[in-house]
């Protein structure tokens, strides 16, 4: 903590200033870091740079959305490209149907698409749709599942559920949602039956949740149980999309949802969400077929904005074939490997969890099914080692999820293991 301090001078004087302009100093409150955050200067490749001009192996990603690294050369050159066409037409453009054609192209359940901002929005509109489509109003989502900040979806993130994740949210709101265990097909055949639910939305890996791979047999039997009574699957995907598999988790568990909720990757470095499912539950976002009330409302200034296209797009068609991916996978599965013989070397009570490109670490015997498991587990021991390594030049975002990129290259996973160890030797 003391080499951070020392050598983050500047940052500590922007941090200053920007409690003066933003609730809690930033801008969005998971950045926030003991005593203060860095301020990044600029970024490139797997290295970040901040304004004291410290490097850092960037393992956050820009919160995953970075698989090929920070400003591949490759995506820049088309953006830059593009900005020179406009920023921003607000209207219909050639290049939206081509960045949704890929999008159907790549992922099996999405044969049409809606572009949103965030994948908050795409969240939003995903419960809606699913709720005029089935004309229910009740959705399940899963203790520990992140939807990003739509008031519905904004419940049993972070245990202890009984505590409202956020004021402001009302009973009425939150009197519709139901909420599941994750990885436990007990746990949910029954309420799904009772409950008349217009959806189930679920993310094939928790992802702030602590990483946790939902087993394939648990998504096949919420597929199956779903389609029997009539409430559709949706798959958050902006973790997974694009990543685990060229078309997601659907298609590396071959599991098919209904909806399929999108962003991160897609954007290329960009804002970005979509939707994506088939006709018949994706055209009900259609006025000239389904007259008020049954249409279903989406929209928004910047959808389908022609730079994040491009950018989205650029970025796709590069993962397309499956090389990079398949690559990352097998790195990832690797360094899950090698992370967990250091701390097992030292008798470290350490689950090294994740799946594909995504790892984490959670200091406990107990096997990490749920995220009970992750917040019964040592976080402040988390945190430290996660200090540790920012310290020293690597980056997680303190206690969350790791993320390979394209642009990591072997001595950066060294540079990883080597902290990894020093911290071992130091504190065991
Ligand atoms: C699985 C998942 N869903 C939804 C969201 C919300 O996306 P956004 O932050 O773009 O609104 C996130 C963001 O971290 C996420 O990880």
């Known amino acids: 903590m003391n080499r951070y301090l020392a050598n983050t001078q500047k940052s500590r004087q922007l941090y200053e200033k920007a409690k003066r302009v933003f609730p809690s100093g930033v801008s969005y409150f998971i950045r926030h870091m003991d005593p203060y955050p860095f301020y990044t200067a600029k970024a490139r490749g797997s290295r970040l740079v901040d304004v004291d001009k410290n490097e ?11 698989i090929l690294g920070h400003s591949p050369p490759e995506i820049m050159r088309e953006v830059k490209r593009q900005i020179e066409k406009g920023t921003h037409y607000g209207t219909c ?6 960045s949704a054609e890929q999008v159907a192209k790549m992922v099996p359940s999405a044969e049409m698409v809606r572009f949103t901002n965030s994948g908050t929005e795409a969240s939003m509109y995903a419960t809606r749709l699913a709720r005029s489509y089935t004309k229910r109003d009740r959705i399940a989502k ?13 419940l049993a993130v972070k245990p202890p559920f009984d505590l409202s994740e956020s004021s402001g949210l009302t009973d009425g709101t939150l009197k519709d949602t139901v909420v599941l265990p994750f990885n436990d097909v007990n746990g949910v055949e029954d309420a799904i039956k009772k409950e008349e639910l217009a959806a189930v939305v679920v993310e ?23 389609s029997e009574n009539g409430t559709l699957l949706v798959f958050d995907e902006i973790i997974t999309g694009f990543r685990l598999a060229p078309g997601g988790a659907q298609q590396f568990l071959g599991v098919l949802p209904d909806i399929t909720v999108m962003g991160k990757i897609l954007g290329g470095g960009f804002p970005v969400g979509a939707i994506g499912g088939p006709r018949e539950i994706m055209d009900l976002m259609d006025p000239l077929l389904y007259a008020r009330p049954n249409f279903s409302f989406h929209g928004g200034t910047f959808c389908a904005n022609p730079v ?12 397309e074939n499956g090389t990079i991916i398949s690559d ?6 690797k360094l899950r490997r090698e992370l967990a013989s250091i701390f097992e070397r030292k008798d470290v009570d350490v689950q090294v969890v994740g799946t594909s490109s995504l790892f984490h670490t959670h200091f406990t015997d107990e096997e990490i099914e749920n995220v009970h498991a992750v917040f019964r587990a040592d976080r402040d021991k988390l945190a430290q080692y996660h200090t540790h390594l920012i310290a020293n030049g690597v980056f997680f975002l303190p206690t969350k999820t790791g993320a390979l990129s394209a642009a990591h290259t072997k001595t950066d996973l060294e540079k990883l293991l080597i902290e990894t160890e020093a911290y071992v030797r130091n504190n065991y």
């Open 93 to 98: 453009h050639e290049l939206e149907i081509t």
């Open 328 to 333: 990352l996978n097998k790195r990832g599965a």
């Open 142 to 154: 899963f203790e520990g599942g992140w939807h990003g900040g739509y008031d519905p979806l904004l």
């Open 56 to 66: 850092y192996i960037d393992f956050w990603m820009g919160h995953y959305a970075l």
């Open 204 to 226: 094939p890996v928790l992802g702030a949740g602590g990483c946790i791979p939902a087993r394939k047999e648990f998504l096949k039997a919420l597929r199956e149980v779903c």
């Open 308 to 319: 994040t296209m491009t950018a989205g797009l650029a970025t796709l068609k590069t993962l």
